[in-house]
């Protein structure tokens, strides 16, 4: 049995780098960019209006004149002509500025009749003219490798004409549940059967952290449809997440089968409560790893190694620093951990008038079958080995 510490530092030593891919620019939203790019062209491309209003000379805007409108200059239709002394052309946000123009006059500081406009409001020179490349110039860098495309990078993209972007790939997963006991979601429990509530769980976590969920599975207690289930899965992903079957009764065939495949045990069981009996083991054939977390039944155990040991895995592969949201909270109640494991204290966190920081307060309920105490729970305390924290003080709580 290893330390939570030495468990974490063997899940990253072994998690593949990300590799890049090809996505078109229509699927590659929330992926992380693979290679860096740079402008292909300047930005704003020419020198434009930012307001609707009239192209003027400022030199020509004098106290009560008034300037003669010439023609206009639309978005995606520019003004056929210089513009002259005395006069003015209409314009639109975004259009190309005339020639001769250095001033834009909003159309709320003008008045006009007929074919003619005074300006009620004195400009200063060069007001609302977008220059042309005053944003950046052609070759100035846009995206970067590491970026997660966000709407605001797609958009940049869009903008240069880049309609392929390499990005990181993101990891499948095939997901494998075993047991006996076990019937779906949508059937009726009989005698001692219960609900396969952990699937649904783990697809949906996958599913939130970005990767692709390529394979679902249940296995019966059957050494041999355990192999077979498990051949699948790892020929259909390149990790494989597994529900039950990692323990030490006689029904648990994982790591068993996991072995016939020609996988690596790298770990099992971590001095952490709840999540002990985790499993962690690799396998490389032919230049491919494939990677197998081999999750405890329970619910909440499953939930609380998926959370602090895949999803950090998945966001790795996929070239993503592991999202971690701490909190600062008081702890409402004094906490003692004299089990020799690491303990996840579930807490829900309250905010109270008049304080800045939270509340957090332990579930009643910490049991590793009670789905409870992480559905009525925002996130847990990290209660090291021997550690005592009194009511009253300041601990990080790591929010699901």
């Not at 530092?9 to 996505?23: D, F, I, S």
Request: net charge negative.
């Amino acid at each position: 049995m290893i330390s939570v510490s030495e468990a974490t530092a063997l899940v990253e030593q072994y998690t593949p780098k990300p590799q890049g891919v090809l996505r078109n620019l229509s699927t590659a939203a929330g992926l992380v960019l693979a290679q860096d790019y740079k402008a292909s062209e300047d930005s704003p491309r020419f020198t434009n209006s930012a307001m609707d209003g009239f192209a003027v000379r400022f030199a020509d805007v004098l106290p009560n004149i008034r300037l003669r409108i010439t023609g206009e200059s639309s978005a995606g239709n520019a003004a056929q002509s210089t513009l002259a002394i005395g006069t003015a052309i209409r314009i639109s946000t975004g259009a190309l500025l005339p020639l001769g123009a250095d001033t834009i006059v909003p159309l709320e500081d003008c008045s006009m009749e007929a074919d003619e406009m005074q300006v009620r409001k004195h400009p200063t020179q060069g007001q609302f003219v977008r220059p042309q490349a005053s944003e950046y110039a052609i070759g100035t860098p846009i995206l970067r490798n590491g970026d997660e495309l966000t709407p605001a990078r797609i958009a940049m993209a869009a903008q240069h004409g880049l309609t392929e972007l390499s990005v990181f790939a993101p990891p499948s997963v095939a997901l494998l549940s075993t047991g006996n006991e076990l019937v779906e979601a949508h059937e009726t429990p009989v005698d001692t059967q219960i609900r396969n509530a952990n699937v649904p769980m783990l697809a949906a976590a996958i599913r939130q952290s970005g990767a692709r969920l390529s394979h679902t599975a249940h296995a019966k207690d059957d050494f041999g449809q355990v192999c077979e289930a498990l051949a699948e899965a790892v020929r259909l992903a390149d990790v494989v997440v597994t529900t039950g079957g990692a323990s030490v009764g006689e029904h648990d065939f994982i790591k068993q089968a996991a072995h016939v495949l020609g996988f690596e045990t790298v770990f099992w069981r971590i001095r952490q409560k709840p999540g002990k009996p985790m499993f962690f083991a690799k396998r490389t054939l032919e230049g491919r790893i494939t990677l197998l977390f081999g999750l405890p039944g329970n619910p909440v155990s499953t939930l609380v190694t998926f959370l602090y040991y895949v999803q950090p895995t998945l966001a790795r592969m996929m070239g993503k620093s592991p999202a971690q949201r701490r909190t600062q909270a008081r702890i409402s109640t004094d906490l003692a951990n004299m089990h020799g494991r690491v303990e996840f204290v579930r807490v829900c966190l309250i905010k109270e008038q008049g304080n800045e920081i939270p509340l957090a307060v332990p579930l009643p309920k910490q049991d590793s079958a009670m789905l409870t105490s992480m559905t009525e729970a925002d996130g847990f305390v990290f209660l090291d080995v021997e550690a005592r924290v009194e009511a009253g003080s300041l601990v990080n709580v790591q929010e699901f």
